[in-house]
């Protein structure tokens, strides 16, 4: 595959602290790559030195000739009077204009009375008339639609006026333009945010299917999972190489801090021995010997302690017994302007239990929190606590704490006496110490103020957590010591959240809010998905069974999917993308063993391991082919 962007030996300090230090990477052709790192780590000041809006003070990166490279635009200025539609159409730009060349090639070839000169002529438009194909140029209209229903426009959006979009929206077209465009590169930085689950789980499909090459930035360990197929560690300024998507990260990972921490061990243990038999050797007839030793102890090149990134404790107060019914909700309902955001919603929250709360933006969950916490008022319906019951709430615009106090202060409920140092203590278990405790809330990173809010709730002693996007602003590190933290609290919990990781690590039930209605599900996100999956077979299965009874015969000359042959034995287009994970995570492993001095020693074993990656990439070859089969024909 060939190189699209080279990383070498990136610098960058601030304030004397090396922020990215001798940074070195490539990326290649198709290859789907995740920057991943705890917060602070670098991550954006690498994403600035590549998009050229920050230079780094040693070191070089390259784009390979020709290719085209696209971000997202921070700031996007839109004219007064385009509408989203409008700027859409801008990201295709390049098609238009090749049909507009292909237009006038097509008008002059109307004219043209030399054979050489129209043989030229037709030469040139068939290689157009094939580019603009491959791009999809003549089904634009359709691949704009696609593009903008995915990420969560509907029709009535597309008229209306770019400026007057919200943050969230205007990042989401800017993401559609950029999806459009195609470029053979594209740097993502957290595209899932402004996404519902539905818009996120279509933007991965959409970067599976895709052949472009993209590094990704996301704190999103179910899209890291699906998405990518080998892994960049940032950390300590320094980058370290894994194949994989993220779980494959995570097992690779152990395994090296494990071979890291046995050698590193080791070493220090032959130094100690060394050390001692110079100290008690330094006078005496083992003088020698003991000065031979000192300058052995100094040609010892030294092994670094194992680079691993720590969790931070994060721990909540022992909850209380409640009655066996914590929460009680019958027949519940609510409407705005007319508009029913839901309705006769019936469930209970049993002591102990977890359950998350999911659905698209606007189906009206944030409503139905607002409605439990006594902010708002349902139309109808009750909503009951238990006996015994102590609610805590995180709200995921983080109100509760005061911006204007120190960390320390802020952390502390009001009707909650505690000293200076419990106040400490509180915040470090949450990864807060140091002068970190003494700065002011609007100082700190999303991140800290979001782990302040998290260790004020913890504060609280409730025995009933109502959580509202807690992992907002947090590292994946910092939401693996959450979802401990979460799972060893002998409380209830209610989460809304639209982190599938969080969601399936976390949750004994599920609330799903739906257009059409709400319902409760005993499992976790893969057990929803696994339902909608079985819902959405068993819908198509009647379908065809319908088509079968009622349709009149098809004219065989009429190329029908149901007339047509599967090359292909039936499979499902999950497993199949689940197969091309596998080999592709397979290829990257295989490359990655390639370009490890210590094999490319030893023939036979360089044979044997391109013999295996002619044998994936002929499979994968095959699986995509498969998969379009499946893609076409399956529903």
């Not at 395994?255 to 100290?279: C, H, M, S, W």
């Not at 949450?430 to 302040?452: I, P």
């Not at 929803?528 to 077979?537: A, F, G, I, M, P």
Request: with cysteine; net charge negative; aromatic share 8%.
């Amino acid at each position: 595959m060939s190189l699209l962007l080279s990383v070498s030996n990136v610098q960058k300090t601030y304030a004397e602290e090396p922020v990215l230090d001798d940074v070195s990477f490539e990326i290649r052709q198709q290859e789907r790559v995740a920057l991943i790192g705890p917060n602070g780590a670098g991550k954006t000041t690498l994403l600035k030195i590549l998009m050229g809006q920050l230079d780094p003070d040693q070191g070089e990166v390259e784009f390979a000739k020709g290719i085209k490279f696209g971000f997202l635009a921070q700031r996007p200025e839109f004219d007064s009077s385009q509408t989203v539609w409008q700027v859409a159409e801008q990201a295709i730009a390049e098609i238009k204009a090749m049909q507009g060349e292909a237009e006038l090639i097509s008008a002059e070839m109307a004219h043209a009375a030399d054979p050489t000169q129209l043989d030229l002529l037709a030469k040139k438009f068939d290689l157009l008339h094939t580019k603009i194909e491959q791009r999809g140029g003549f089904h634009l209209d359709y691949k704009i639609e696609r593009v903008l229903h995915g990420l969560g426009f509907q029709d009535a959006d597309f008229a209306r006026p770019a400026r007057l979009l919200s943050g969230g929206e205007t990042n989401r077209l800017m993401l559609g333009m950029l999806l459009l465009e195609e470029p053979d590169l594209m740097l993502l930085d957290e595209p899932s945010n402004h996404l519902d689950i539905e818009a996120t789980e279509w933007l991965e499909d959409f970067l599976l299917r895709s052949r472009q090459a993209f590094l990704l930035v996301s704190h999103d360990r179910y899209f890291l999972d699906r998405a990518v197929t080998r892994t960049l560690e940032l950390v300590n300024g320094t980058i370290e190489d894994y194949p994989g998507n993220f779980s494959k990260y995570q097992t690779l990972k152990a395994e090296r801090l494990l071979v890291q921490q046995r050698t590193f061990e080791k070493q220090q243990t032959e130094i100690a021995k060394i050390e001692d038999f110079i100290r008690r050797n330094h006078y005496g007839q083992k003088a020698t010997q003991a000065e031979d030793r000192r300058k052995k102890l100094d040609r010892i090149e030294r092994v670094a302690l194992p680079r691993s990134i720590s969790l931070p404790p994060m721990r909540f107060a022992a909850a209380s017994r409640t009655g066996d019914i914590v929460l009680r909700v019958e027949n519940l309902a609510k409407s705005f302007d007319t508009k029913p955001l839901f309705r006769d919603v019936s469930f209970q929250i049993e002591r102990g239990q977890r359950w998350g709360v999911l659905g698209p933006n606007g189906c009206g969950k944030s409503t139905f929190l607002n409605c439990l916490m006594g902010n708002l008022q349902p139309d109808s319906g009750t909503l009951a606590l238990g006996t015994g019951v102590r609610m805590g709430y995180f709200d995921q615009k983080l109100q509760s704490v005061d911006e204007t106090k120190p960390a320390y202060e802020a952390v502390r409920p009001a009707h909650k006496e505690m000293i200076d140092r419990e106040r400490r203590d509180l915040l470090a278990l949450f990864g807060l110490t140091g002068d970190l405790a003494l700065q002011t809330v609007s100082s700190l990173s999303g991140g800290e103020r979001n782990r302040v809010a998290l260790a004020r709730l913890a504060a609280h002693d409730a025995n009933f957590l109502v959580l509202d996007e807690p992992t907002n602003h947090l590292d994946l590190w910092s939401r693996e010591a959450l979802e401990r933290a979460l799972k060893a609290f002998e409380g209830t919990l209610l989460v809304v959240s639209h982190d599938r990781f969080f969601l399936n690590q976390i949750c004994t039930h599920l609330l799903v809010f739906r257009p059409e209605r709400v319902m409760a599900i005993e499992g976790n996100f893969d057990t929803y998905r696994q339902l909608e999956q079985l819902k959405l077979q068993q819908e198509r299965e009647i379908e065809q069974a319908a088509k079968a009874n009622v349709a009149p015969k098809q004219n065989s000359a009429e190329n029908s999917k149901s007339s047509r042959k599967r090359k292909y034995r039936y499979r499902k287009v999950a497993e199949i993308e689940a197969e091309i994970s596998t080999r592709e995570t397979d290829i990257e492993r295989l490359h990655f063993e390639l370009a490890n001095p210590e094999v490319l020693r030893q023939g036979s074993l360089v044979s044997s391991l391109k013999e295996q990656l002619a044998e994936h990439q002929t499979a994968l070859e095959q699986l995509y082919d498969h998969w379009q089969e499946a893609m076409e024909l399956n529903s």
